[in-house]
């Protein structure tokens, strides 16, 4: 009768340490902790490259972002080497960031300042998000705000007011998720001011239109902070609005193909400081100046005299595949630089 108490005893217990061993299997196949070390983003302990691509997916005619597409999209992104994707604002659709993990992305999610109430960081509901959203797989970071150190008359003409929420946001974020890093998409290179009033910060992303060389960024980085940083946008467009440099004025894809090449080149040039690159961008924006449902030349965007090869914005004309995701020269390049350096 001992014996018989012993051995089941002895039964309960192994199976209780196979649940365990399962539970902990389970766990580590689904880990999608996203940490810093030093100047480096690791995932899953190990450093993680982005090679990313800024997407927001507009049919044409219309103005509001669309995921109809997604399943060509993504099919695309692999094939042209992209692991990262960086989206303007949150993506509350647990079937669209499922299809993106499951193809084999991380998004970068971004929050905006003042999106009507729906998960934006003036209303405080991003948290709601985070919440929401935390332990999904498909999550890289939480990106707060977009190049807003150039609109401070969004913050009562004083940017310490925005760098300040931007700080309480990002502790409002680490008490909810310390599995993912805070970022943010500054306009350039931040300053003294930037870097002292926003210290929960974990990752600097950087966007940066320094011609097709922005190679100086990273040294001038490396003076001033041991965080990691990435280039949040960076790239050319396809439409030259004067002749220069060799390329002639109209759509010039071979423009666009060169000055691509010359930023990847940089950024690939010094990854001991750079966490890699988010290009702008994956698809022709036709809602971004004149009607919606034709391809308009011109738009604006602040501080941008350093787009490649003219100085001038074209804001519809930055995809590496147009509209009808037909692929233009710069996708042959992205693809090549993508696919040739290792993560």
């Known amino acids: 009768m001992l014996s018989i108490k012993y051995n089941s005893v002895i039964r309960i217990v192994k199976m209780f340490f196979l649940v365990v061993l399962v539970a902990s299997c389970a766990t580590s196949l689904t880990d999608t902790s996203v940490i810093v070390k030093e100047r480096k983003i690791l995932v899953n302990k190990r450093p993680y490259l982005i090679k990313g691509i800024c997407y927001h997916p507009v049919p044409i005619g219309s103005t509001k972002r669309d995921f109809s597409g997604l399943t060509e ?3 695309l992104m692999k094939e042209a080497g992209i692991n990262t994707i960086r989206v303007y604002e949150p993506i509350d659709n647990s079937a669209v960031l499922d299809e993106i993990s499951d193809a084999g992305f991380k998004v970068i999610i971004g929050f905006g300042y003042n999106q009507e109430g729906v998960y934006d960081i003036l209303s405080g509901t991003y948290s709601a998000y985070v919440e929401k959203y935390k332990n999904h797989k498909a999550i890289l970071m939480w990106e707060l705000g977009n190049e807003y150190n150039y609109h401070p008359e969004r913050f009562e003409n004083d940017i310490k007011n925005w760098y300040k929420m931007m700080d309480m946001a990002a502790i409002t974020i680490h008490e909810i998720d310390n599995n993912h890093p805070v970022t943010t998409a500054h306009g350039e290179l931040p300053d003294a001011l ?3 009033s926003a210290p929960n910060i974990d990752v600097w992303g950087m966007n940066v239109y320094r011609w ?6 990273f040294e001038q980085w490396k003076a001033l902070s041991n965080k990691p940083m990435y280039l949040s946008e960076a790239g ?7 002749t220069k440099a060799g390329y002639d004025k109209g ?3 071979k423009a666009q193909a060169a000055a691509n090449d010359a930023v990847l080149e940089s950024v690939f040039n010094n990854l001991e400081i750079c966490s890699g690159v988010a290009l702008f961008s994956f698809t022709d924006g036709w809602w971004k100046a004149g009607k919606p449902s034709t391809q308009d030349v011109g738009g604006w965007a602040p501080n941008s005299t350093g787009v490649p090869y003219d100085g001038t914005p074209n804001e519809e004309y930055w995809g590496i595949v147009d509209i009808h995701r037909k692929k233009k020269q710069t996708y042959t390049v992205v693809k090549s630089r993508y696919t040739n350096i290792s993560e």
């Open 73 to 75: 999209d993504l099919a």
């Open 212 to 217: 097709d060389k922005p190679k100086e960024i």
């Open 236 to 242: 050319g467009d396809s439409y030259m609005t004067i």
């Open 194 to 196: 930037a870097l002292a």
């Open 251 to 253: 759509v010039n894809e």
